[in-house]
């Protein structure tokens, strides 16, 4: 028994060691084969080029083409994401047609902040060298040539949902029936959000399946009619491929989005399992989806769509395979009103369990989580699943023949209810848990505990909890940073003041700036202009001001970007500030006691959490490594290389 034991033991390191290698090599090879270098710098071109795709957003009056054409100046070939008002669309832009505009291009954003979303990573996997935004008209050259009937159903399938399901019922209409979620407004995105009610909004698991079951479920019905095909085959098997048809269609039609294909593998397998009478919904299975997935898109995994689809599939398989579930659910003699009693409530312990499951993993990336998402999923899934998108459904069958209109009225009361539960959730005291970015090593143990409670069976799977608590114990001790510094040097931040608000020195974008340090401080306080704060001292040039932090007081210089330092002299400005920020090189004999944070600097370390009380720095660049995508002081350009 000991020798089987240490054989497994063995042979298991071995599989894990090779594992890991696979993996490192499939991620490298993919990042070699379709990772597209940035543009160098910001530019104001005159291009022609070719639409790949559109992606219309009514409810911020916009629209986002992405395009293909070759780089001034290096002539390579490269695919940009640019942005345009709605009121510039014309007649023949679409996919496929040759446009010539006028365009700011701006290589793709790096974190602002250390644990920000990091947008030039997934532009290098999905092949994008710019983004940007369009400048003046668009002049079509040349119609598309044909282009995708797929592309062409899915814009008229969400024009046709929005103009039959008014406000913003008809944004999330769209998104159901197409992956189109440019007509839901931000605020309402954010409420989603905010409730825990945000994976209705993306095509994935939820919809795909209630397609596929629908589909199957109708086939079985349908093809039950006909006696000589039910003696002959079985039904089953056939409605499995029904359904799966189903499937595979509906994530063409809604773009093929990662999510999207993932849950539609997932799905098949499921299919592929009832048709061969085994058990479809365990552990294994979803490995196995799993690896589909990390082969198709390795870089995928590290990101919070994969893990909270798959932490939430596995969070309800580990959860149905408890022998005291198992029993609860067993069938019994007893009236219908307990039987949904029962459903019901393993509905709100599923969604608590998901909850708790998925919590780290927001906290992680979004530096926020919904505390009261179990009790809002209670009521949404099954009003979603049952009514709204069978109505959706039903609406486009018939208006096949002009009748229509009562489903489309049932639809946008349900979509009308579910926006009241998650505004209503999002409103409540205390829903939404916030919290400064998270160490890795604090979320390594959440999800190594997380996974030890997954796969182990027995009370031994109880040791899980071990790290996960470790990992809780340990928030109580995280802090906000008391100075946050972009990465362009051109906004700061700074926190402890009184009542959870951030004081900042400039506000731009819509308020996004502001909303992004506050995220990632952790706080949900008021944005305070530094220039009004009472506890700075502005000119035209530059503000300054001093903070009692750690049992001494710092004084900081910031430049404004607007005019001179007079009346104070610059050199013995710098002198006595212990930390200088500035977003254009500084030169001269500037030398602050701590910290010059100017553009040079800024450019190899990225955006700055400092934390004056521990005096520790938290760069962008430490979690970026020698990565492509990240510019690298080697890139930089020689004048700023030699700064001092």
């Known amino acids: 028994m000991q020798g089987v034991s240490l054989g497994h033991l063995r042979a298991a390191l071995m599989s894990m060691g090779l594992a890991v290698a696979a993996g490192c090599g499939l991620i490298w090879a993919k990042s070699a084969m379709v990772g597209t270098p940035a543009i160098v710098q910001p530019m104001t071109p005159r291009i022609t080029a070719r639409v790949m795709d559109r992606y219309a957003q009514p409810a911020e009056h916009r629209l986002r083409l992405e395009l293909a054409f070759a780089e001034p100046g290096s002539g390579r070939p490269i695919l940009a994401r640019l942005s345009m008002p709605e009121g510039r669309d014309q007649p023949g832009l679409t996919e496929g047609a040759v446009v010539q505009l006028r365009a700011r291009l701006m290589p793709p954003a790096a974190p602002m902040l250390p644990g920000g979303y990091d947008a030039a990573r997934a532009a290098w996997f999905d092949g994008v060298a710019a983004t940007g935004t369009v400048l003046g008209p668009v002049k079509v050259i040349s119609p598309a040539p044909g282009d995708s009937w797929l592309a062409r159903m899915r814009h008229a399938l969400a024009d046709h949902v929005r103009s039959r399901v008014a406000g913003p019922a008809g944004g999330i209409a769209a998104a159901f029936a197409s992956g189109d979620r440019g007509g839901i407004p931000a605020s309402d995105e954010q409420a989603m959000r905010d409730s825990g009610l945000t994976h209705l909004l993306s095509v994935s698991g939820l919809h795909v399946s209630a397609v596929i079951a629908g589909v199957y479920v109708l086939a079985i019905r349908l093809l039950a009619l006909l006696p000589w095909l039910a003696l002959r085959v079985r039904l089953p098997l056939l409605a499995s491929a029904f359904g799966g048809a189903a499937g595979i269609f509906y994530t063409l039609l809604t773009g093929a989005q990662v999510p999207t294909v993932r849950s539609v593998l997932g799905a098949l397998l499921v299919l592929a399992a009832l048709a061969l009478g085994r058990q479809p919904f365990t552990v294994r299975l979803l490995a196995v989806a799993a690896i589909c997935t990390m082969l198709l898109w390795p870089e995928a995994v590290i990101g919070p769509s994969f893990q909270m689809s798959f932490g939430s599939v596995l969070a309800l398989v580990v959860l149905h395979d408890c022998a005291p579930v198992r029993a609860f659910l067993a069938p019994r003699e007893e009236g219908w009103w307990q039987r949904l009693a029962r459903h019901l409530a393993m509905i709100l312990l599923a969604g608590m369990v998901i909850d708790l499951a998925l919590m780290p993993v927001a906290l992680f990336y979004f530096h926020r989580a919904g505390v009261y998402g179990s009790m809002a999923n209670l009521v949404a899934i099954p009003l979603t699943t049952f009514v709204s998108m069978p109505a959706i459904a039903l609406g486009l069958a018939l208006d096949l023949v002009g009748a229509g209109a009562p489903a489309w009225w049932v639809c946008g009361q349900s979509l009308d209810l579910l926006l009241a539960i998650a505004r209503w959730t999002a409103e409540r005291p205390a829903s ?55 990465g362009d040097g051109r906004n700061v931040g700074i926190t402890g003041i009184a009542g959870r608000a951030l004081v900042i020195l400039r506000d731009g974008q819509g308020g996004r700036t502001g909303e992004a340090m506050l995220e990632s401080a952790g706080l949900s306080g008021p944005v305070t202009p530094l220039a009004t704060w009472q506890g700075a001292r502005c000119s035209e040039g530059f503000c300054a001001l001093d903070l009692d932090r750690g049992g001494r007081r710092w004084r900081l210089l910031i430049a404004r970007g607007k005019g001179d330092a007079e009346p104070v002299p610059w050199e013995q400005a710098c002198a006595q500030a212990d930390i200088v920020v500035a977003p254009e090189k500084l030169y001269g004999a500037c030398r602050p006691r701590l910290i010059k944070a100017d553009r040079a600097a800024l450019l190899r370390s990225g955006g700055l959490a400092l934390d004056l009380e521990h005096l520790s720095v938290t760069t962008v660049a430490q979690s970026m490594g020698a990565h492509p995508w990240w510019r690298a002081p080697h890139r930089l350009p020689r004048e700023e290389e030699n700064s001092p």
Request: glycine letters at 10%; hydrophobic letters at 60%; aromatic letters at 12%.
């Open 432 to 486: 939404v848990t916030v919290m400064p970015a998270m160490d890795a090593w604090r979320y390594g143990l959440f999800v190594g505990g997380m996974l030890w409670l997954a796969l182990w069976h027995g009370r031994v799977r109880l040791w899980g909890l071990v790290p996960a608590l470790v990992a809780i114990v340990s928030l109580t001790w995280l802090q906000p940073p008391d100075v946050l510094i972009s």
